[in-house]
């Protein structure tokens, strides 16, 4: 009954189609309802739809589950989430570490210079490499350059992947879908495009984006107080903890000598006490020279203890880092049957509470890694800084205990009632000797892909694999770099794509926008189908944007007697115009979940530069070709 209902209207299940894909765009912008009941509502409405009355069109074939479902496994998908893998296990093991410090010393020329180049260097590479695995390079440099300069990442991330879209507009294999209009072109009769033919224009719509991404996008965008940042910046405040520093003959403090009262060798660290052998050298230091076998009191703040522990240096007595390192590989922790939990460095904070047994002892008489299997890495007492060893610090009621230890340790802390954990501070520590096999993965993963030796969805898939089988992440820590809302927004993005293709919706669209405006002159119609387009592909795959309108390019200029040139490029550059949604590249799904980014912060931050290359491309078109 309904199927017969159905089709007594025409093209119905094109306008239904339209019907969902703005129901869609309310729901994603609005945020009223969470994003995950709002794509699976969206799908399910599609499936319900074209089942109760089907729909087959004589070509493309039937609209059924299988077509609306597909999106939930096409090889985007998984290209997407294994290069999150790929990325995680690079930031995890400290690969970007280096580069990251290197571009961050531009700070000391202005933040405005440091995001520039960060932001230009990636543009540039992108114009000749897959912008995607150039955004999973970039994100961690640019995280670690954004917490080294006290700015959110938020301000960076989205800059990152529209610069990197931008550049993709520059060569003919800068984008994907670059590649697929001109092999349709071609086929159009159009002579072949070379690999910088489109490059003047594409420089110039470029540079105005680039102008507007690196000093006016960070402005507009407003990052947001997650529970994820907040524990951030808690754990990288400028709190500072005692910590001891135990000297050996390859330590690179070796030789370090006081100037001043101060060694000025130790970046970001107050000396409190230098213990050598039973002498206690005590501040304002005065020609001081550290030595092998010194126990070094030192003052520095959770980040600054983090990176030394990530660089493999000895912060800890022997004796204790002995018994960590036990406990960590087949010790007393041997048991846990998750060995990801036991091979785990974790560092975590707890408070020694109120009427606690450790009130009154000292570190070393309080036993706490025989104990608990975690050892005091730092301790801050709120009241004053001490000036004394480690082990013969008295604790007191509120002292803040900074500890390491495997995960299984560090969750046992949970029932131990002479220290309150703060669950919240428990972070993972890299794991920097894994440095070299991350390079690698990363390095081997990004050739095959470019090379085209094998399909890119094949090479993340096994440069992810890779990182977790080779142990620069466990299987915990690879599935927490995975985003749900990346997987359901691809999959519904799909599954609205499909129909609209299939149904005829993206054609009829086309087609009567260019009848529209097609008795207005050349540079009117360019410019239409220029912001159609735009339009489209941010809420299609530029792939099927691509291939339903190249042909519709070439046969317009035909019709209106302009270069052919002018059509096929002006389509080459609106869809790369993905900047409203995150749906519209997989570059912007990418860093949705880092940046904490919402629907409707891709439109608001999108749109001026949607126009703005719309603009100067409808403005230098006619100029640039003659018309």
Known sequence: ??????????????????????????????????????????????????????????????????????????????TIISLLIIGQGLFHTGAVERPAQMIAKLSQFGIVIAFTVTLLTAGVISAFLNNTPVVVIFIPIVAAIAARLDKSPAHLLMPLSFITILGGMVTLIGSSSNLIVANLAEATGMPPIGFFDFSIPGLMLAGLGSLYVMFILPYIITPRQTMSSIQNISKQSGRQFLAQVTIDPQHPWVGATANAGMFPDLEKITVRLVQRGDQLILPPFEDVVIESGDHVIIAATRQVLADYIKKQKATLPQRQLDSLRKRLSNGEDANVQDTDSRAQLTMVEAVVSPGSRLIGRTIEQAAILADTGCAIYGLQRQSRMLRRPMHDITLEAGDVLLLLGSRHAIRSLRANRAMIMLEWSASDIPTTHHEKHAIFIFASTIFLAVSGFVPIVLAALAGAVGMIVMGCLNVRQASRAIDRRIYLLVGTAFALAEPLRITGGATFIADNVVSLFHGLGPAVILSAFFLITAILTNFLSNHATAALLAPIAVKTAQQVGVPTEAFVYGLIFALNCSFATPIAYQTNLIVMGPGHYQFRDYFYAGLPLIIIIWLAYSIFAPIYFGF
Do not use: C, Q, R
């Not at 159905?6 to 093209?11: A, E, G, Q």
């Not at 969206?42 to 739809?49: C, E, N």
């Open 1 to 78: 009954m309904i199927e017969s209902f159905i089709s007594t209207i025409p093209n119905f299940h094109m306008y239904f189609t339209f019907a969902i894909i703005l129901f869609a765009i309310v729901l994603f912008v609005s945020e009223k309802i969470s994003l995950e009941i709002s794509s699976l509502v969206i799908v399910l409405t599609l499936l319900l739809i074209f089942s109760l009355a089907p729909f087959h069109h004589p070509i493309h074939g039937k609209v059924d589950e299988t077509i609306i479902l597909s999106g939930f496994a096409n090889p985007v998908l998984f």
